[in-house]
């Protein structure tokens, strides 16, 4: 206990001025930054390709986590509440895409329906409403969850909230690990459509099978493609329909005070529902794109996403949409340059140092507001 | 003082209630406790032991028990994390007076139960905790009521190293490990010694953990390392998005792996030219496999409603459950210290190969070498010891 | 197997005498005689211990139900800690179980590297425990006649005051630890030192000295992540227990400690955790802890919780008083680190996993935000019947049965948080935690205030 005492103010009643001794600690983080930018460097010209590479992969990876922060981010700035079951909400899109996929053939109705349909048709229509069911379940599901779970405690103190949030979490993957339900082995994923990868090596080649491309090319594939551009897509429309719809300015005004907004004739239940609705739309798409590109998948499949994708909505400043976004892209790029020149087994750890540090030079995130002082 | 009175009373009403309990013992059944980890990180692997031993102990009911006396299973969640399966083992060593353990799964879970039930004269017989230190104390001293029914670490590393060179004739490996996973590091650890002293080149080791998705940033230094052969030693959750990425990346080099690549639920398509040591296969065709395999999918469905194949974790549960009986069934008692001397001098028969004990209370016995090529898993070869 | 309704009424009656036993320990710890109190806790004491030892072939309390008691015993001390941090100071941290396995893996390291006649660990760490507490305690004294420092240049300089106490006490301690070697004796020969007294001395070194560490951590991390907002604050938090987690699999890679054996797990701890023990060590946690609660100090603590700006109107120095419940905190952790890893012999990363670390807080709130009482009762609650009533009763219901617990444990959970969101006992406290100097009608107050965080509703 000596030592908890030590911690005890000693307030002399003549002080200097501490501002002078700032440059030590601003000394101590460029220090750090300069560490981080050498060894960044210096990989880069060690082996260009390779750097590209990885970039590319945490480009793919920062884009997923970016469709999940976006969920986080709007049911936090809503209702200020971190919703821990929104990773498994994410785990659920992927599980009903792979029964549509698997068990329904949902993916072929097209073929199945006009014979004559180009396979390109059948492939796109299939597979966007193989996405869009995905998107439709987790939406009502999260309702669900909003409605039995978190609705009851909106008036109780915010812990409880947060408490439930981890107990839906914890019954979403385990129930669902249940032999009857999703059942808890890894579960090899069938893809709506075909990944492609192609190889940059004086210009763009298809990798075929059983043909390693060069030495030096960058390969991507059209599912990193496709989860960038959706992921630019959504967050576009969801800036629009935020900034620019009535209902947008609606789920603006139940963020800023929740009582005025209720006073001013809008239906804050429902703005809230649809919040979490649209938040889990967006984690189910997520879900379906990364099941695709990792394509093994078992109910725990959403923790970790789910984690990262928090902490770099958390990251970007949370409640703020693109700082979501950014967010996740660093997310991704730190994870991902990590693991290829630092050490794998300490990515996370080193995710989560940045975020910590971060935090500290901007108190609430990149893109965050200063927090207003509970009065 | 009312607390004192309610705490009393109370404390009265446990005593009686638990010395009835006391009372109330066993009768001639024989308890054979099954730490398996229903739930937790890896419920798959609980599911099969648990029906792979529950396989073994009906078979030995249905043939009148052992010396007469019935078996009768206590199946219990461990969750492959050390506090609960410290509080199965207790629950059923202390409360139920099991005697015989089947389990745990996990070496880390496995270690703790070992070191207690050894300290209570139980005997435990895990059926894939593949850890050197399970049976064997840090001091290197055996602990004498500890078996298992798998091989060691190491000698499947040695297995997989000779397999590559001599077979395969490959000459450079590059080796991708889970730092985190004891399971994977010792494999990963065995095969490396075991490769080079045999005159192969390691060209690449990489790190990942056991939660990654994304191998690509790994898989790009595999293409840049152009290795003849990758050693993947870990499970098949990992083995399938690893070798899909691989496959999307271009990579022809073969992918090596150990008894963890074994699952219905491999990907045959992704790991399509892999192969990887194992502790039986399904397909071989000696009665002792043929019987199991038919009698284990009468009994298992999958979701499916078709038979269930037992996985490796069900038929070394399934040997495990046998191994036990078997000594018992020698030592003509359930006396723990008779059963240990005839566990020790055994000479067993199971699906897992001709099992005898070292003594270090691991098993003496063959591994098989699986093919995965066109969309199956084939028998390639046996390496015996 | 059918379901046995008698062994269901052991567990159910078990669950009642425990929790008799707590309510019936924190009144004779909170009686006015001194010798009510001695004796009722000594009394108290020797009915569990004898409950352990007698009759002797099949103790009343078998191995399960100490275990689980150990266990009870860990978990509350972790659980009190945190209830410190955030139930009383009103920062959301998620960090506890990080403190939680510093404590244990430091206590850990030094009992085993005693055992196998090595005193280096006992001495570089507790060396280097006093030493970086000399530091930090001198730092502050000159630190704190800057004005307006910032957090960040404070920090700079404690940690580079830390790393060289930790340096020279590395120095210092290897150095003397050779001048003790011929004490041990070898393992055949036994020396003084590694008699069984020796152990139980170390031990109990050890664990304050994990506590101690697991503080000065807290404090070096704490002096800059407190200056956040509650939720980045819960943030930062967990990315600690995650980077400590890391860094426990990492341990024989990345850290020079060949003998924690990274993610394989530490063997060879030896288990000298009793009923004394964990029984003393979760006293002593309490009565601090009432302590500083009941005193200015915990009146400060309490004020930061309920409105920082008007705290800081009354000449609280916010910052340290934060800094102060959070090192606090984690020193409990630390113990209660200490105890756990000298109870279950064998420490592995997957126990400090930060899906786990969800426990303290779950326990907390459980047992009512701000209530010590309630911290205590759910830490035994939650144990007895997760580990205990679940088990007992899963483990009847058939081989499938046990796949159900994580999905009853989360309705549990649910259940009791839409029906008593405020926790299983709100802010009742028994006996010994009661305040007791404040008037009555106060008490009131402040126990309705002490209900529940302020919430955000505004």
């Known amino acids: 206990m000596q030592k908890a005492n030590s911690s005890q103010p000693f307030m002399p009643a003549t002080r200097k001025s501490g501002a002078r001794l700032a440059w030590i600690g601003r000394g101590f983080l460029l220090a750090l930054a300069l560490l981080v930018l050498i060894v960044l460097i210096r990989s880069f010209f060690d082996n260009p390709q390779l750097f590209a590479q990885i970039a590319i992969s945490g480009l793919q990876l920062g884009f997923v986590y970016a469709l999940i922060a976006l969920g986080y981010t709007m049911v936090y700035g809503i209702v200020k509440l971190i919703n821990f079951a929104h990773g498994d909400v994410f785990m659920a899109g992927a599980f009903v895409s792979f029964f549509a996929v698997s068990h329904f053939q949902l993916h072929r109705w097209p073929a199945a329906v006009f014979p004559g349909l180009p396979p390109i048709l059948v492939t796109i229509i299939g597979s966007l409403t193989v996405i869009l069911l995905s998107m439709v379940v987790c939406a009502l599901m999260a309702v669900t969850i909003e409605r039995v779970a978190y609705k009851p405690l909106r008036n109780a103190p915010r812990i409880?909230?947060?408490?439930?949030?981890i107990g839906v979490s914890f019954f979403l993957e385990y129930f669902g690990a249940l032999n009857f339900v999703f059942s808890p082995r890894f579960i090899p994923y069938q893809r709506p459509f075909g990944v492609v990868t192609w190889y940059i090596y004086d210009g763009i080649h298809l990798v075929t099978e059983g043909h390693a491309p060069p030495q030096g090319a960058i390969t991507f594939s059209n599912i990193a493609i496709i989860i960038m551009v959706v992921s630019i897509l959504m967050q576009l429309s969801l800036q629009f329909l935020v900034r620019r719809t009535r209902i947008g300015k609606a789920m603006r005004a139940t963020a800023f005070d929740k009582q005025a907004a209720q006073l001013m004739g809008i239906n804050v239940d429902r703005i809230i529902s649809v919040t979490f609705a649209i938040g889990a739309a967006f984690a189910g798409l997520g879900g379906v794109l990364y099941a695709i590109a990792y394509p093994s998948i078992n109910t725990l499949l959403g923790v970790l996403p789910g984690l990262k994708a928090f902490v770099a909505a958390v990251l970007g400043g949370i409640g703020s949409i693109p700082g979501a976004f950014i967010g996740a892209l660093i997310m991704g790029q730190a994870e991902s340059l990590t693991a290829g020149y630092i050490s794998t087994p300490m990515r996370d750890a080193i995710a989560f140092t940045i975020l910590i540090i971060v935090l500290l030079v901007r108190p609430t995130g990149i893109f965050g507001e200063p927090e207003k002082e509970k009065v | 003082m009312r607390a004192f009175k309610i705490t009393s009373l109370f404390a009265l009403a446990a005593i009686a209630v638990s010395a009835c309990a006391s009372a109330g013992g066993t009768g001639g059944d024989i308890k054979v406790a099954i730490l398996a980890p229903l739930s937790g990180p890896v419920p798959t692997f609980g599911v099969s032991t648990r029906d792979g031993a529950l396989q073994a102990i009906d078979e030995w009911n249905a043939k009148g028990g052992i010396n007469g006396q019935k078996i009768v299973p206590i199946v219990e969640d461990s969750q492959c994390t050390p506090d609960p399966a410290v509080n199965a083992a207790h629950k059923v060593i202390d409360q139920d007076k099991v005697s015989f353990i089947i389990g745990e799964v996990c070496s880390k879970a496995s270690i703790p139960v070992a070191d207690y039930a050894n300290s209570k004269k139980v005997i435990m017989m895990s059926p894939t905790s593949t850890a050197t230190g399970v049976t064997v104390d840090q001091n290197g001293k055996v602990k004498d009521y500890i078996f298992r029914a798998c091989f060691i670490d190491p000698f499947q590393g040695k297995v997989a190293a000779k397999f590559a060179l001599d077979t395969l004739k490959a000459k450079t490996a590059f080796i991708m490990l889970d730092q985190s996973n004891d399971y994977v590091k010792g494999l990963a650890e065995a095969f490396e010694a075991a490769y080079t002293a045999a005159g192969g080149k390691i060209v690449g080791k990489e790190n990942y953990t056991g939660k990654d998705t994304d191998f690509s940033t790994i898989l790009a230094k595999v293409a840049d390392a152009k290795p003849a052969l990758v050693y993947l030693p870990d499970y098949y959750n990992v083995v399938n998005l690893v070798t899909k990425q691989a496959k999307e990346k271009g990579i022809t080099a073969p992918f090596m792996g150990g008894d963890g690549w074994d699952s219905p639920d491999l990907d045959t398509k992704a790991a399509d030219g892999g192969y990887y040591t194992n502790h039986y296969s399904p397909d071989d065709t000696s009665p002792t496999v043929v019987n199991f395999v038919k009698a284990?999918?009468?009994?298992?469905?999958?979701?499916?409603?078709?038979?269930?194949?037992?996985?490796?974790?069900?038929?070394?549960?399934?040997d495990a459950g046998n191994l036990l009986f078997t000594a018992i069934k020698n030592a003509g008692s359930t006396d723990t210290t008779k059963v240990k001397d005839a566990l020790t001098k055994i000479n067993y028969a199971g699906v897992s190969g001709k099992i005898t004990y070292d003594a270090n209370h691991n098993p003496v016995k063959s591994a098989v070498i699986l093919h995965v090529t066109g969309g199956k898993v084939v028998f390639d070869s046996v390496v015996a010891p | 197997m059918e379901l046995d309704p008698f062994s269901l009424l052991i567990s159910i009656v078990k669950i009642a005498v425990v929790m008799a036993w707590v309510y019936g320990l924190l009144r004779v710890m909170g009686h006015a005689s001194k010798w009510v109190k001695i004796g009722g806790v000594i009394a108290l004491f020797a009915v569990v211990q004898i409950a352990i030892l007698f009759p002797l072939n099949s103790p009343i309390l078998n191995n399960f139900?100490?275990?689980?008691?150990?266990?009870?015993?860990?978990?509350?001390?972790v659980s009190l800690g945190l209830n410190l941090i955030y139930g009383f100071n009103g920062q959301f941290s998620l960090g506890q179980w990080g403190f939680y396995g510093i404590g244990a893996y430091t206590a850990a390291d030094i009992t085993y590297r005693w055992t196998n006649g090595d005193a280096g660990g006992l001495l570089v760490a507790g060396i280097g425990v006093v030493l970086i507490g000399l530091v930090i305690l001198g730092l502050n004294r000159v630190l704190s006649r800057f004005r307006g420092l910032p957090v960040l240049s404070a920090f700079t300089l404690y940690l580079i005051g830390v790393a060289i106490a930790g340096a020279v006490a590395f120095f210092?301690?290897?150095?003397?630890?050779?001048?003790?070697a011929s004490l041990f004796g070898t393992s055949d020969v036994p020396g003084?030192?590694?008699?069984?007294?020796?152990?139980?001395?170390?031990?109990v070194l050890s664990v304050l000295i994990a506590g101690a560490f697991a503080a000065e951590v807290a404090f070096l991390f704490g002096l800059p992540v407190l200056t956040l907002g509650s939720d980045y604050f819960g943030i930062a938090t967990l990315g600690f227990t995650i980077v400590v987690n890391t860094l426990m699999v990492n341990s024989d890679t990345i850290l020079p400690f060949p003998e924690m054996k990274g993610g394989r797990g530490m063997v060879g701890i030896p288990q000298v955790t009793t009923w004394f023990y964990a029984f003393v060590f979760l006293l002593g946690v309490v009565v601090v802890m009432r302590n500083v609660m009941h005193s200015s100090t915990g009146r400060a603590i309490l004020s930061v919780r309920e409105d920082e700006t008007a705290s800081k109107a009354m000449g609280i120095n916010i910052a340290n008083y934060k800094l102060l419940a959070f090192v606090t905190g984690s020193l409990f952790a630390g113990i209660g680190g200490g105890v756990y890893a000298h109870y279950i012999g064998f420490l592995s990363p997957g126990t400090f996993d930060f899906i786990l670390g969800f426990n303290p807080l779950i326990i907390v709130v459980f047992g009512g935000l701000g209530s010590m009482t309630g911290t205590i009762v759910a830490g035994f609650f939650w144990m007895f019947f997760l580990e205990g009533m679940l088990r007992v009763l899963l483990g009847q219901l058939g081989t499938e049965a046990p796949t159900w617990r994580y999905v009853l444990y989360p309705i549990t959970l649910l259940l009791m948080m839409l029906v008593r969101p405020k926790g299983l006992l709100g802010s009742v406290e028994w006996g010994f935690l009661k305040p007791r100097a404040v008037p009555r009608r106060e008490t009131n107050q402040a126990a309705n205030g002490l209900a529940g965080i302020a919430p955000v509703v505004k």
């Open chain 3, 172 to 180: 210092v301690g290897a150095s003397l630890s050779p001048l003790l």
């Open chain 3, 192 to 203: 003084i030192l590694r008699g069984d007294l020796a152990v139980q001395v170390v031990f």
């Open chain 1, 160 to 165: 409880a909230a947060l408490i439930t949030a």
């Open chain 3, 65 to 77: 139900d100490t275990g689980l008691l150990f266990q009870a015993c860990t978990i509350t001390m």
């Open chain 2, 296 to 318: 284990y999918g009468a009994k298992y469905k999958d979701d499916k409603g078709q038979p269930k194949t037992p996985d490796a974790l069900a038929a070394l549960a399934y």
